[in-house]
T-cell receptor, first 110, second 116 residues
Framework: RKEVEQDPGPFNVPEGATVAFNCTYSNSASQSFFWYRQDCRKEPKLLMSVYSSGNEDGRFTAQLNRASQYISLLIRDSKLSDSATYLCVVYSNTGNQFYFGTGTSLTVIP | GAGVSQSPSNKVTEKGKDVELRCDPISGHTALYWYRQSLGQGLEFLIYFQGNSAPDKSGLPSDRFSAERTGGSVSTLTIQRTQQEDSAVYLC??????????????FGPGTRLTVL
């Protein structure tokens, strides 16, 4: 079983739509959680950390459910510039490793 | 400030040749990771360095792959006798001190390796 699993998509949504991505992780001892964004042929960049109480950054909301080992990312009012691959990342201090999902592809259509 | 840099940005080599990829992490970051990403795939962990500790080599796919980190800073990833399946983007990331709460990884732009 993979450490982190994501729906690969692709998600094709119109501008202004709300879209949600989900991610599950297998290691209950995982400590830190992140969403990264990766543009085509570019390196991943941190979009936001995910806190236990959930957190919001503008149009982006991240949620963590430790009991279900589930992480989500909600994007409201999608913009064309949101088109990218979104990577779910889980950190465990067992081995100090970051585990990456394979990413969910989003295309926002005019 | 300067981010993570990698060189070369692109490398084309012939099957059987050795290649060296370089990573300059962010100054002061004690953790350094190497990953590779094949076309349309997720990131595959290769190796992890933390300060002066022995590296975690558990992700290296074969003994043709090795890496070192000199002086706790610059790292080189060496692939010997390259094979076509080694073609991928090799990404380096650095991170602040272990155990420091939320630890963001900062990625370099990657080296795109093509083995002919």
């Amino acid at each position: 079983r993979k450490e982190v699993e994501q729906d690969p998509g692709p998600f094709n949504v119109p501008e202004g739509a709300t879209v949600a991505f989900n991610c599950t992780y297998s290691n209950s001892a995982s400590q830190s959680f992140f969403w990264y964004r990766q543009d085509c042929r570019k390196e991943p960049k941190l979009l936001m950390s995910v806190y236990s109480s959930g957190n919001e950054d503008g149009r982006f909301t991240a949620q963590l459910n430790r009991a279900s080992q589930y992480i989500s990312l909600l994007i409201r009012d999608s913009k064309l510039s949101d088109s990218a691959t979104y990577l779910c990342v889980v950190y465990s201090n067992t081995g100090n490793q970051f585990y990456f999902g394979t990413g969910t592809s989003l295309t926002v259509i005019p | 400030g300067a981010g993570v840099s990698q060189s070369p940005s692109n490398k084309v080599t012939e099957k059987g040749k050795d290649v060296e990829l370089r990573c300059d992490p962010i100054s002061g970051h004690t953790a350094l990771y190497w990953y590779r990403q094949s076309l349309g795939q997720g990131l595959e962990f290769l190796i992890y360095f933390q300060g002066n500790s022995a590296p975690d080599k558990s992700g290296l796919p074969s003994d043709r792959f090795s890496a070192e980190r000199t002086g706790g800073s610059v790292s080189t990833l060496t692939i010997q006798r390259t094979q076509q399946e080694d073609s991928a983007v090799y990404l380096c990331a650095s991170s602040p001190e272990a155990g420091a709460g939320f630890r963001e990884q900062f990625f370099g732009p990657g080296t795109r390796l093509t083995v002919l």
